[in-house]
């Protein structure tokens, strides 16, 4: 019952938005006219047909909204054929011919019970109901944001109506009133006729300003000033739900049938435009898209390569988004631009999309099309694109999940004109996917081919390009060395012989290693000591507790996962087979 009594006055309290203004001089034609036969039949149709109107968008979502812009279409016609005959006579009756002849045919029918006025009072109002849909304030936002949260019942319907009907008694008591000033206005001007003339003025300005949307544009947003703190202090003093409150400031002032749907504009910077995404060498898990394809949808674009521990970091949070929000709009692209000569070969990608399950289009960029067309220099990176084809945003790294997301929501809402929501995705990321402990990290990334190794403390030298026997050495923090004997490549150092090794000194939770099988494709057997023992609760995703593991494709390996406290540890790597491929140290 509170509900009903707070929707009534809101309805009320529609008669002083600016909103209404256009509408008002329809109510004043009625005046001088018996109240019965002519003011409350067009109250009583305006009524209906926006409680009808009303209902059907809470139920019928965007096709109702389409009905009822058909239907503003048809009530500025017959508004503004009503002005022209208040204006013109002579127009009026060759208008009105058609409608005077079924009158008749009505008036003569048998059954026939009540006069013409009705009829036509009535026909006024349904256009009326139609036009004046669109001055909505918070309180009718509150019942609309109720039924799209709730599911549209009778019990909606009732509150809608309570709102029209006090819309209609801020009408009548107006009506009233406009018969003083209609009566004042003869007396002044001395003709009736003038009277009528300067209504049908009013009406065809009211139309204009209608077709215009003045009604819903600018005098809606003047509207806000003036009638949401009124409405908002009625929800105060009757109690209403805080949330309900929340979800009637969002809705507030907006075309009615959007009254769920509030408006929203993103304030984040325009950097750029998307650029184009020719030149990819392949597709995977999509045809070819092109920008013009899609605009219209928010696009985040990930450039990635899959060995890379960073981009591996990543990828959960993007795989969440894109199954999150695709059905909002949100279509992500993954730009696979390879490190390693190993990340061109598209078998060893359409591998990583199974092992990653990741579903998204991913473009492979082996010539680096897209990657120049970006001027991008980084893994990962993330370009947020709006629906209009403009960049929003950007990150360059692992990392600002959060705010990520968030632009992605408010790119979102700002396409499809609703307010963002905000809650997050929380990955359950597993072995090298999981986050880093970045409070124990002391050790960097550290490339073993040499063309940019560093920090190698074998006593032999590096020598590139030739098979060599190499030993440990002493390696401090952050310091490597191998032993047996390699050949280092400019990318990578190739095991020559069984039972060589790689040594690092790192400090840090997790130890990852690029590993690629022999030449020939067969696996390489390997075995991980940590300070000269298995590791045990320490073992990587890649190895048991005993350190054994094996290299069976070209990937990223997770060695060592510190259990317990991390701290300065000795690693040790031994392959039992020849053959095998390191590439690149990571840590985590």
Known sequence: MTLLVIAYLGGVLTILSPCILPILPFVFTRTGQPFVKSGLPMLIGMAITFGAVATLAAVGGGWAVHANEYGRY???????????????PQLASILTRPIVALGNRLLNSPGHRSGSTVGSSLVLGIATGLLWAPCAGPILGLVLTGAALQGANAHTTLLLLAYAAGAATSLAIALRVGNRVYAAMKNSLGSGERVRRALGAAVLAGVTAIALGLDTGFLARLSYA???????????????????????????NTPMLAAAKPRFKSKLPVEGRLPSLDGAVAWLNSPPLTAEQLRGKVVLVDFWTYSCINCIRTIPYVKAWAEKYRDQGLVVIGVHAPEFAFEKKIDNVKGALKDFQINYPVAIDNNYSIWQAFQNSYWPALYFVDAKGQIRHHVFGEGEYDTSEKVIQELLADASNQMPENSMVTPNAQGAEAAPDLGNIRSGETYIGYKEASNFVSPEGLNGNTGKDYTTGEPGLNQWGL???????SEQATLNKAGGGITYRFSA????????????GKPVRFQVTVDGKAPGASHGADTDADGNGSVTETRLYQLVRQAGDVGERIFTVRFLDPGVEAYVFTFG
Not at 483 to 489: E, F, K, P
Not at 509 to 520: C, I, K, N, S
């Open 509 to 520: 939770r997790d130890l990852h290693l690029v590993l690629g099988p022999a030449a020939d």
């Open 483 to 489: 032993s047996g004997n390699w050949t280092i490549g």
């Open 74 to 88: 048809a009530a500025i016609m017959l508004l503004a054929l009503f002005g022209v005959t208040l204006v013109s």
């Open 226 to 252: 003036n009638t949401s703190t009124f409405e908002q202090a009625i929800l105060d003093t009757f109690g209403a739900d805080r949330e309900d409150q929340a979800a009637t400031m969002v809705a507030s």
